[in-house]
């Protein structure tokens, strides 16, 4: 059951290009989900380089559940469930299993990279 606490609900607006459906945030950037609606709810991320959100698109009535970052704190380790703009990737995981909703296989890859990058700093380039 997914968290109630969420941020709340927006109607998702979505462009449809061949075949390919484009969902934008409440701050019209493109989500980087653009595959018709999966039969469960799955969380995605903006196509963007800092995020304030995470999204769930639900696969009824191209509904879309903000999630706050302060919702993943019961899901931190050793490390923070978030850092500035950046989620934890394992605490976005543990939120996703909790909730029973999936998680978009491309925005985990894109929180891992950003985590590394800005949390963890591991791969600055003198």
Same mark, same amino acid.
């Given at each position: 059951m997914l968290d109630v606490r969420a941020v709340g609900f927006v109607r998702t607006y979505a462009q449809q290009f061949s075949g390919t459906s484009i969902y934008y945030s409440d701050r019209g950037c493109p989500l980087l989900?653009?595959?018709?609606?999966?039969?469960?709810p799955v969380l995605t991320v903006e196509n963007y380089c800092k995020w304030y959100t995470l999204y769930v698109l639900w696969? !009824?009535?191209?509904?879309?559940?903000?999630?706050?970052?302060?919702?993943? !704190?019961?899901?931190?380790?050793? !490390?923070?469930?978030?850092?500035?703009?950046?989620?934890?990737p394992r605490a976005v995981e543990l939120y996703t299993e909790a909730q029973d909703i999936d998680l978009h296989s491309e925005a985990l890859e894109m929180i891992i990279g950003r985590w590394e990058l800005e949390y963890?700093?591991?791969y600055w380039i003198d």
């Open positions: 989900w653009m595959l018709p609606l999966a039969d469960r696969p !009824e009535d191209n509904i879309t559940s903000q999630v706050s970052f302060d919702l993943l !704190e019961p899901y931190q380790g050793k !490390e923070p469930a978030y850092c500035d703009h950046v989620p934890n963890k700093n591991n």
